[in-house]
């Protein structure tokens, strides 16, 4: 498969490109400071150099143009609530509508166990406005009529992962996820239709990948 990832540089993106490569697909790392176009290039990935932020649904249609599939591991890094608005909410949504005009059927957002109705901080806490612009973006996939899979990792740790699972998750239980682990599951469901249409809420367990998704 011909994948591009969007937060080329980010530290699940870094983890998940070199998995891609081992397994034999072509991979393009999207980042936005050409500075970081080096470290891209040691996973093995070819790294392109484009703000997803500024670019418009056209110019994203472009860059996607021949790919077949996209994985969406970018955001705002808790910047101001308007670049949350504009990373985590609109340029992800520009880039699923841009997915659709380039004919890329597969799409595998990295979102959170917390991008829930059910799961919201009140309304006065910081992260509101990211868990707000995650939800909205997550919404906007699954209206789509893309190849979609949305995962709702736990609270993110750098801890190394054997690739297991716990599928029975929430973030009411407060359910960590290391992001090696979360490349491992963006991996695996790329070019598993089991995973087609679905969110999945995970942390670390004792459950393989695999039989995790088996049971779906």
Known sequence: MRITIVGGHGKIALLLAPLLVEAGHEVTSVV???????????????ALVSSVEDADTDALTELLSGQDAVVWSAGAGGGSPERTDAVDRDAAIRSMDAAVAAGVSRYVMVSFSGASADHLVPEDDPFRRYQDAKIAADEHLRSTELDWTVLGPGALTTDPSDGRVNPDASSRDGDESPRELVAHVAAAVLADNRASRKTLVFGAGEVPIDAWLGNL
């Open 32 to 46: 936005r400071n050409p500075d970081h176009a080096a470290d891209v290039e040691e996973t093995g990935a070819t």
